[in-house]
C-alpha cells in the first residue's frame, strides 16, 4: 500500500446546481425519461451494490463533483486509472451555509477484492470539520481534521475491478465532536463508514464512486 499522502494542493468549491436540475438519459434524447439528479445517483448507487454494501438508502442533497485533474472526473462508476488517482481530488458540492462542517470519506468495500471482501473497508481518506462556503469561493480541505490522510488506490494485482467510494456528510447540531476529532490509527482494513457515521450522528447528503483495477 502507498503511505499517505497530504492534501495541500487539494481544494473544496461549491457546485451549484438547480435543485429542479434533470440529467437526460445519454442514449436518447427523445423517448426516455428524465430523472432528477438525485434519482440518477441513487439509481447508480444500487445498480453497483454499493446500497447496500457500503451505505443504506438516503436523501441525496448535493451533487458531489470530484476532479483528480487533466479530465480525470468522477461520474458515478466510471473507471479511472490508479496512477492517475494517487493524489487528493479536488472536491465540490452545494453548503447550505458557510457556518456548516461537513465529512469526507473516501472506503473501498472490495479489499482485497469484491470476491472475497474480508477486509471490507479499506478506509483511504476521512476529513471531517470542513467548513462550507459559499458563491464558489474555495475552501481548503486541510482546513479540516484530517482523521486518516489520503491512500491512492492499490488494488492487488489481478483482483478486479474496485469500487472507491466518496460520502460526504453533514455534521448536524447533535454531532459527535470526540468522534470526529480522534485520529482513526494506522490500520485502515474493517472499517464500517455507516458504522462512523453512526457512531459520530452524521447525515449523508452526497456520494460518488469510481472503479479502479490493477489487471
Known sequence: MPRGLSCSNTFLSLFSPSSNTTLPN???YTSMPLVTSDQATEISLKQD???PDVIDSFQSKTLLVLSYGNGKDVTLGNKLA???TQHPPQVSFQSDSPNDKYTLIMTDPDAPSRKDPKFREWRHWVVT???GASDFQPANVCHGTALTPYMGPAPPHGSGPHRYVFLLYK????SNVAVLSAPL???RQSFRAKQFSGQA??????ANYFFAENA
Open 82 to 84: 490508479v496512477a492517475d
Open 185 to 187: 490509527g494506522d490500520n
Open 129 to 131: 470539520n470542513i467548513s
Open 26 to 28: 445519454h442514449a436518447t
Open 171 to 174: 455534521q448536524v447540531p447533535g
Open 49 to 51: 451494490g454499493i446500497i
Open 201 to 206: 450522528h452524521l447525515e449523508l447528503v452526497g
